[in-house]
Each structure stands twice: as C-alpha cells, then as structure tokens.
T-cell receptor
Framework: QKEVEQNSGPLSVPEGAIASLNCTYSDRVSQSFFWYRQYSGKSPELIMSIYSNGDKEDGRFTAQLNKASQYVSLLIRDSQPSDSATYLCAVSRGSGYSTLTFGKGTMLLVSP | DTGVSQDPRHKITKRGQNVTFRCDPISEHNRLYWYRQTLGQGPEFLTYFQNEAQLEKSRLLSDRFSAERPKGSFSTLEIQRTEQGDSAMYLC?????????????FGSGTRLTVV
C-alpha cells in the first residue's frame, strides 16, 4: 500500500464550481497534513496546512481532516481557470520524523 | 527574504560526469530538505538537515549522492557518475524548525538532464 494516495485525475470542473480533491494515507501516527499547488514546470507552493480533525478554511480553500479514516481533502470554492494545476497532498511521516511524504498529485482542470 | 534559491536552474550533463547543485534556504530557516521529482510523480525525499547536521537520508539515495550543509546555511547536493535515471527536477526546501512538522517553502528547482 502506498503511503499517500491521490487520484491522478484529471479532475475537470467548470468555472465557479466546487472542486473536491481527496487524499488517503497509511501511517496512523501522522500528525501534520499539507496541500501544495504545483503549476506545470514550477515548484510546489504551500496553500494549506491542517493538524486537527475537522475543517480549516482559508479564503476559497477548505481543508478537511479525518484521522480515524486516514483521509484528507481539499475543497476549492468558486473554482477559477487559474486554479488549474496539480494539487499535491503531503503527510508527515509520524513520530520522530521531520519530513513529509508526498502523493503523486491530482491534476485539476477548470474550464471557463 | 528572497525565498529559497537554487542554482543552476537547468543542467545538462553527459552520463558519467559529476554534478553539484546549490541551495540557499530562507535565512531564518534551520531545516533544509532535498527532494527529487520526475514527471507525473510527487516529490520524493532524499535527505534532510537541521542546521549543519544531516539527520535523515533516504534509503533510495545511492552512495553516488552526497549532500552537505557545512555552516548550517547553504547546502550542496552532488551526484557522482551520473546515470540517465538521475534525470529529474531536484527540489530544495526549507522550514523554520520547531517542535512539530511545518510546511516547507520550495525553491524553483534544478532540472537535471543526463544525456
């Protein structure tokens, strides 16, 4: 089982819709969870972090964490064509580690 | 604070040659990470420094790879006897050390092509 799994997509949504991106992880002791956005040919950019169960909102972005189900999601409201990118889920490797494990990413395409 | 800087941006080398990449982290960040990313994959962990100490190294990192952070500031990643399979984007990231795990800030990366 891969440590961090994401559907590679592409996920296609029309402009103005809600995009829902999902991620599951295998290490039950993981404590820190992050979403990165990566435009084609560019490096990843941190957009959200979440550490506790529940929802965390920042502008049009909402991160959701369910540690019991080992599931993290990212919702993007009012999707814009500029949101078209690959979204990477990253998970801390658990107690004693300071590094992150990344999923392969989900490509999001927002059509005008 | 100009972010994380990586040099060079692009490197083309012949198989068997040695290459060295440099990373300058955000000045107040004491944690520095190297990752490698190939097309269609997420970043893959290579190694991690806290200040000048190399605290973790991936089992995937062969002995052809070495990294240093001699004064706890900039870092170098050297690949000896490059192979075509080393072609990838090499990403450096830094973070402010604390009691937990915090999000990284990535540099623009060094794209290596081995021909």
């Amino acid at each position: 089982q891969k440590e961090v799994e994401q559907n590679s997509g592409p996920l296609s949504v029309p402009e103005g819709a809600i995009a829902s991106l999902n991620c599951t992880y295998s290490d039950r002791v993981s404590q820190s969870f992050f979403w990165y956005r990566q435009y084609s040919g560019k490096s990843p950019e941190l957009i959200m972090s979440i550490y506790s169960n529940g929802d965390k909102e920042d502008g049009r972005f909402t991160a959701q964490l369910n540690k019991a189900s080992q599931y993290v999601s990212l919702l993007i409201r009012d999707s814009q064509p500029s949101d078209s990118a690959t979204y990477l889920c990253a998970v801390s490797r658990g107690s004693g580690y300071s590094t992150l494990t990344f999923g392969k990413g989900t490509m999001l395409l927002v059509s005008p | 604070d100009t972010g994380v800087s990586q040099d060079p941006r692009h490197k083309i080398t012949k198989r068997g040659q040695n290459v060295t990449f440099r990373c300058d982290p955000i000045s107040e960040h004491n944690r520095l990470y190297w990752y490698r990313q190939t097309l269609g994959q997420g970043p893959e962990f290579l190694t991690y420094f806290q200040n000048e100490a190399q605290l973790e190294k991936s089992r995937l990192l062969s002995d052809r790879f070495s990294a240093e952070r001699p004064k706890g500031s900039f870092s170098t990643l050297e690949i000896q006897r490059t192979e075509q399979g080393d072609s990838a984007m090499y990403l450096c990231a830094s973070s402010l050390g604390g009691t937990g795990v915090e999000g990284y800030t990535f540099g623009s990366g060094t794209r290596l092509t081995v021909v």
